[in-house]
């Protein structure tokens, strides 16, 4: 396996998992509908994945695709669900259809699906479609669940997402603002750990893969139920409460910081737990995460204190 489409490589995660992979060798072919910022020799596409006609002929020479393009955001994408349905499910199905035209495997970038606001719900809806392809047209998939993913480049004003919001509060010395009681768990892990995973997910794609041959459940509303227990999932297997990541955040950078509790947003649920179950993903890899919180802390920090301007204005 050498050549491998990365579809959102100008992201955050794609980024990063398009720079590791030059680095161990692979030929990578970043296929986004813009152009990235951190890369130079990956080949790059700008192109849309809505546009059936360019993801068919991108993944026409390729020997994996990773899938990580498409919207994120709770709040963000409640008030304009379709577009969430649009590009995580419709430019999903591109992907899965130009993939199964050239029997290309996929490796499917989802979430816990938690909540009820449409970036859940469409990557809920493209678990299942993922599945249905595996029944109906033999399409060669996996789906990795990744948890509270964490690191340098995650873009703060993109959409509101926890890690680099807190540092810029917090290196601004602005309020560190969290919704609800600070209750709710994440499981967080670095974004060079998951580079490295997908990797070990390449090396053992066969293991990886949906099978149909998992044993059908007789209760009639879980036909399928096998079919679940077969996403893995990614994160570092250990919960953090919001008010214990923040704590640590501000110990890492050093500085006087105040908390203000604000509601809710939208699309969220107070209190939730998250904690990946990672079992299975060593059974198949034996894979194991090993950048420590405080590591990806130090580093994540150090990426934010020394772009804040760029960050700040939004070129980065
Ligand atoms: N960041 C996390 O904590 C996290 C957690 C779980 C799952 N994920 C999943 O991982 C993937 C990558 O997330 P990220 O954090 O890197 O997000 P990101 O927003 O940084 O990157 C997504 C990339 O997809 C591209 N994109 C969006 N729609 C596109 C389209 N129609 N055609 C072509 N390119 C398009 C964007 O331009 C962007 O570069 C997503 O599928 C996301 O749902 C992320």
Same mark, same amino acid.
């Given at each position: ?88 499910? #419709? ?17 499917? /970038? ?67 603002? #969290? ?29 990886? $893969? ?38 640590? $955040? ?23 737990? /998250?904690?990946?179950? /990672? ?38």
């Amino acid at each position: 396996m050498k050549r491998i489409l990365i579809t959102g490589g100008s992201g955050f995660i794609g980024s990063h998992v398009a720079d590791y992979l030059l680095t161990r060798g692979y030929e990578v072919v970043i296929f986004d509908r813009v152009s990235p910022v951190f890369l130079s020799e990956a080949e790059i596409v700008v192109a849309d994945i809505l546009n059936k006609e360019a993801i068919k002929q991108a993944i026409s020479n390729v020997d994996c695709v990773i899938h990580a393009a498409g919207v994120l955001g709770t709040h963000e994408t409640v008030v304009a669900p379709t577009v969430s349905i649009k590009e995580n499910v #419709i430019g999903t199905l591109n992907v899965l259809d130009a993939a199964i035209k050239y029997d290309v495997p996929v490796i499917c /970038l989802s979430k816990p699906n938690v909540w009820l606001n449409p970036y859940s719900i469409s990557k809920d809806c493209m678990e299942k479609f993922c599945f249905m392809y595996v029944y109906e047209h033999g399409l060669k998939v996996s789906i990795l669940k990744l948890f509270n993913v964490y690191g340098s480049r995650q873009k703060y004003n993109h959409v509101q997402k926890a890690i680099p919001t807190w540092i810029v509060q917090m290196l601004t010395g602005n309020k560190v603002e #969290i919704f609800g009681s600070g209750s709710a768990t994440m499981d967080l892990v670095h974004v060079h750990d998951v580079s490295v995973c997908i990797e070990g997910m390449m090396d053992n794609l066969e293991e990886c $893969l949906v099978t149909t041959s998992q044993p059908i459940s007789d209760d009639v509303y879980s036909t399928f139920s096998g079919l679940n227990e077969q996403i893995l999932e990614l994160g570092c297997g250990e919960e953090i409460s919001v008010l214990d990541a923040v704590m640590k $955040l501000g110990l890492t950078i050093g500085k006087e910081y105040s908390v203000s509790h604000l509601p809710m947003r939208r699309g969220e649920v107070d209190g939730t737990r /998250l904690c990946a179950n /990672l079992n299975r993903l060593h059974y198949l890899t034996n894979f194991r995460p090993s950048v420590s919180l405080a590591d990806g802390f130090e580093n994540t920090v150090l990426y934010y204190r020394e772009n804040l301007d760029a960050i700040l204005k939004g070129s980065l």
